[in-house]
């Protein structure tokens, strides 16, 4: 398995998703529905920790995308939460930092998305 | 230098078969890892790019894929008889915008460019023949 999406308790009105692996064009299409019924159609704000992801294209972006605009279109957003090497410099190389918000801890995440929803 | 040449079929599958082969090739020749990520992005943007776009008949088409270590950096020459597509010209899109509607349209593109130099394309006898480099050192 490329990728694995492991939805992480939480008792905060937030949704927490791990994206695990290789969001390449194969995954998306393998998570895509799983990955928006976990965040985009819950309708209040997401954290998606990238901390454990190998690598992304651009069409794993689009998917981040597709789930932060739902989330937009209900006054909630998506926090991404933890990128590191190559996924970082893949994210911040197309600029998706400057459209969807970046934290480097948990604390951070919950504060972000906690201050869209006020 | 060494060189790595595959042919794809187009179809989305052939994503996981050149993945195994290029990331095997890579390692053996000692391309470090930051170098080998680009290097991986860069070509299945390329590739997905073509499985996706270039042809519309139905029929399944072959792609050449070349990859081959350089001094300073990686070449990359990928070949297909689809449609006439310059990659060069592709205009990266905002990402506002894209953020607004959820899509990825050209984000590919926008990345192939940012990341590989000396970006190259030739329609030479109905093949379209684009050219990457991507150097050791990040552009």
């Known amino acids: 398995m490329n990728i694995e999406l492991i939805v992480v308790p ?17 995954a998306m299409k393998e ?24 690598f992304i294209t651009s069409l794993g972006i689009g998917m981040l995308f597709g789930c932060a605009k739902s989330l937009r279109r209900r006054g909630q957003t998506m926090v991404l939460l ?8 893949a994210l911040r190389t197309v600029g998706v930092h400057e459209v969807i918000p970046f934290a480097t801890t948990l604390d951070e995440a919950r504060r972000l998305a906690r201050d869209a929803r006020s | ?11 989305l ?5 050149f993945g195994a082969a290029l990331a095997e090739f890579l390692d053996e020749e000692g391309v470090p890892p930051s170098l080998a990520h680009r290097v991986k992005l ?9 499985i996706q776009h270039a042809f519309d008949d139905g029929r399944e088409h072959t792609i050449l894929l070349d990859v081959r270590t350089e001094p300073g950096g990686v070449a990359i020459v990928v070949e297909d008889d689809g449609k006439a597509f310059d990659p060069r010209r592709a205009r990266a899109p905002a990402l506002r915008d894209l953020v607004d509607t ?5 984000l590919g593109l926008a990345m192939i460019q940012k990341l ?24």
């Open chain 2, 1 to 11: 230098m060494a060189i790595l040449r595959l042919t794809l079929a187009s179809r």
């Open chain 1, 31 to 54: 998570i895509d529905v799983r990955f928006h019924g976990e965040t985009a159609a819950r309708e209040r704000s997401a954290i998606v920790d990238l901390s454990r992801l190998e």
């Open chain 2, 42 to 50: 860069v070509i299945e943007e390329l590739v997905v790019n073509v």
């Open chain 1, 82 to 89: 933890g990128s590191t090497g190559f996924v970082d410099t």
């Open chain 2, 116 to 139: 590989a130099r000396d970006l190259s394309y030739q329609r030479i006898d109905g093949r379209n023949r684009v050219r990457a480099f991507v150097a050791h050192r990040v552009p």
């Open chain 2, 102 to 106: 959820g899509k990825s349209g050209g």
């Open chain 1, 10 to 26: 939480t008792s905060e009105n937030v949704s927490h998703v791990q994206l695990v692996g290789r969001l390449d064009v194969l």
């Open chain 2, 13 to 17: 599958a052939e994503i996981k078969r």
